[in-house]
């Protein structure tokens, strides 16, 4: 049995009377891809919101590792551990590729480092970089202004950026959004890659995509667990299926 990395207990989010988020329990095993679907609206983003602390729950538990971290501030979130990526692009455009990567790396480093002579510092922070650019295959490009480069590109580096922060585990927010086919088979190929050492947490529209490299799948709808099993059981699921077929008029996740 694989360690839970990451557990939820009963994780509610209210927006006013909306339940984004409706009793949500979940354990997310080490080393697995964990995929979470479900149509717009279904609360997969608020979902990751919560996980990475940029909102608080209205009620509920979440636990990493031995850590309780329900209240945790994002910044702290991701000092220990948890990385993420955002629906829409999150670059700076200005800079280069190194330099965003500097900054994912800069802003995560343990308090412990803060203390150390900055020649140290600097050199752990580009160790960092050039591990993340490596990693994603943009050693080639780290002086291009990332404004300057495709949009697949640029959504390669916001996953370096969070590489950057040498996470535990990533949560990663439609990473496919708006790329042409082959942006996205190379995307796909680069998740793949990291799913090999790294845990994830991926929402995505494209079900081929999800398909290829989920190990375990959540399918959401009106903010509540659906249905939780392996690729099989979730495409096999009539109740995945009439939660689709009711949902026939909007985009599928
Ligand atoms: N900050 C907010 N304030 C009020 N309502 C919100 C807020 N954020 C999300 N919602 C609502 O919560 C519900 C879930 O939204 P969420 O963005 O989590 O869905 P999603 O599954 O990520 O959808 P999509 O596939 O379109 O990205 C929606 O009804 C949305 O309008
Ligand atoms: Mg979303």
């Known amino acids: 049995m694989a360690e839970i990395i990451l557990r939820t207990e009963h994780l509610c989010k209210n927006f006013g009377g909306l339940k984004a988020t409706?009793?949500?329990?979940?354990?997310?095993?080490?080393?697995?891809?964990?995929?979470?679907?479900?149509?717009?609206?279904?609360?997969?983003?608020?979902?990751?919101?919560?996980?990475?602390g940029e909102l608080a729950p209205s009620s509920g538990r979440i636990l990493f590792k031995d850590y309780d971290i329900t209240d945790a501030r994002p910044e702290k979130v991701a000092r220990i551990g948890i990385g993420r990526s955002f629906q829409k692009t999150n670059i700076l455009p200005g800079f280069s590729c190194l330099q965003n990567c500097w900054i994912g790396a800069q802003t995560c480093l343990p308090t412990s480092m803060r203390f150390i002579r900055p020649a140290r510092h600097l050199r752990e922070v580009h160790r960092r970089a050039d591990y993340a650019l490596d990693l994603c295959g943009l050693s080639g490009q780290r002086?291009?202004?990332?404004?300057?480069?495709?949009?697949?590109e640029q959504r390669q580096l916001e996953i370096a950026m969070m590489l950057a922060t040498e996470p535990e585990l990533l949560l990663l927010d439609?990473?496919?959004?708006?790329?042409?086919?082959?942006?996205?088979?190379?995307?796909?190929?680069l998740l793949r890659d990291l799913a090999r050492e790294q845990t994830l947490i991926l929402i995505e529209h494209d079900m081929d995509a999800v398909f290829s490299l989920a190990d375990r799948i959540t399918v959401m709808v009106d903010g509540a667990e659906l249905e939780t099993g392996s690729v099989e059981q979730i495409r096999n699921s009539k109740a995945v299926q009439d939660a689709y077929l009711g949902h026939d008029d909007e985009e599928v996740a």
């Open 22 to 52: 409706d009793d949500v329990s979940l354990d997310f095993e080490r080393g697995r891809v964990h995929a979470i679907l479900g149509p717009n609206g279904a609360g997969k983003t608020t979902l990751i919101n919560l996980l990475s």
């Open 143 to 152: 002086n291009r202004i990332a404004g300057t480069m495709s949009y697949g």
């Open 174 to 189: 439609e990473p496919l959004a708006g790329m042409g086919s082959e942006e996205s088979q190379h995307v796909t190929a």
